[in-house]
């Protein structure tokens, strides 16, 4: 898995992440139309980039598996701030 398609993916989850309503790392979430559909293409580049490194199962193996290390992950990210002020 190319370091690119690593970053494609933690860059289009994270997009994807903010666009949702119940977020938090931010105030407002963005607007979903643009960013949403950015986030996939973002992904979906990503997607393309592991196949063609790799094999076409373990490409998309990898995509899936980081992809909801991200989005499981994601959430708790928010919460950083809360124990750093203790």
Known sequence: MSVFAIVLTLL??????????H??????????????WGGWGLN?????????????NGGIFAWLVLNMLCFGL??????LPYFKSK
Not at 23 to 36: C, I, M, T, Y
Not at 44 to 56: C, D, R, Y
């Open 12 to 21: 289009g989850c994270t997009v994807v992440y903010l666009t949702a309503k």
């Open 23 to 36: 977020q938090s790392w931010r105030a407002k979430p963005l607007s979903p139309q643009p960013w949403r």
């Open 44 to 56: 979906g580049l990503a997607l393309m980039i592991n196949i063609s490194a790799t094999s076409i």
């Open 74 to 79: 994601l959430p708790f990210v928010g919460l």
